[in-house]
């Protein structure tokens, strides 16, 4: 239950990306030890990919699903559910893993999929919880289609940004977190911010990242940056 009203609370929408999940032990995309120095995108996250040789797409997912499910939210997610009590907070996430849910936060929004379901790959619309880790060829939707991972690959559509820019349009503050910005269209959501909506980028990398100078940019990890934000939030807004 939110200790203040809904109508003296701000709006922050949370933009988040691997980074966020990097201290609960799961790999990033870019950079040295990222999930893309380690295996080609064309040969994991396409449809062609999927057409060509399905039995390597889906061991790369069931490989990530299995740490996903061992990995456990870190102090980044539980500070987002924290924030709740101070604000009407709405994340966007480009993660595909369930911290966020597991945590506790309550709107989010997938931007990339959800590597805990699985999709018809005939029927994108039919989507089921995974049991285990395992997706495999005997797996089949109810029309007798092979399941896919409910994730959005390259090349693909991404079915919620229409909701994921009507969400930042009337955010009083964006935060970013954990996220290279590198990919399209999820990147372009920083431009739909309305005039006057703050704009706060929490990254190890902040200083190197080229975005414009209005933007306040936080060099540090989301596990030790977040906490400390929203705690700072709560005293500047909410102080008696
Ligand atoms: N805390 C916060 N940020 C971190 C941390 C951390 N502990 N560790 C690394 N980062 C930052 C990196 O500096 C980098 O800016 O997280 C960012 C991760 O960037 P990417 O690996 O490019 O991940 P992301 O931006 O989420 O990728 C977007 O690309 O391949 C796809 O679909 C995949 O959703 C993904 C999309």
């Keep these: 239950m939110a200790i203040f009203s809904e109508i003296q609370m701000k709006k922050i929408v949370v933009l988040t990306g ?15 030890d990222g999930l893309w120095e380690g295996h080609r995108v064309e040969d994991v996250a396409t ?19 299995a740490a ?5 939210p870190n102090a980044g997610h539980l500070a987002l559910v924290e924030l709740e009590k101070y ?15 597991r945590a506790g936060s309550k709107n989010i929004l997938h931007l990339h999929g959800e ?10 619309d039919l989507v089921y919880p995974i049991e285990g880790d395992e997706l495999t060829e005997s797996h089949k939707c109810e029309r007798g289609y092979a399941l896919r991972p409910h994730v959005v690959w ?15 349009q009337d955010a009083d503050i ?47 990890t989301a596990a030790k940056i977040l906490p ?5 939030f709560a005293e500047q807004n909410f102080a008696t």
Excluded at 68 to 72: D, E, K, L, N, Y
Excluded at 156 to 165: L, T, Y
């Design 18 to 32: 691997a980074g966020i999940s990097a201290e609960s032990g799961l790999r990033t995309f870019r950079g040295t």
């Design 47 to 65: 449809p062609e990919a999927w057409h060509r040789d399905s039995v390597t797409v889906q061991r790369f997912y069931n490989l990530r699903r």
């Design 68 to 72: 996903c499910r061992q990995a456990q």
């Design 154 to 168: 390259f090349g693909e559509p991404v079915p919620n940004m229409e909701k994921a820019i009507s969400i930042v």
């Design 87 to 101: 604000a009407n907070v709405h994340i966007i996430t480009q993660n595909i893993d369930d911290l966020h849910e």
């Design 228 to 232: 400390i934000w929203v705690q700072q």
């Design 174 to 220: 964006l935060l970013v977190v954990g996220t290279s910005l590198q990919v399209y269209p999820a990147a372009n959501l920083i431009y739909e911010v309305p005039s006057g909506c703050k704009f706060i980028l929490i990254d190890p990398n902040a200083n190197q990242m080229h975005v414009n100078s209005a933007v306040e940019l936080i060099d540090g």
């Design 115 to 124: 590597i805990m379901k699985a999709q018809s790959s005939r029927y994108p």
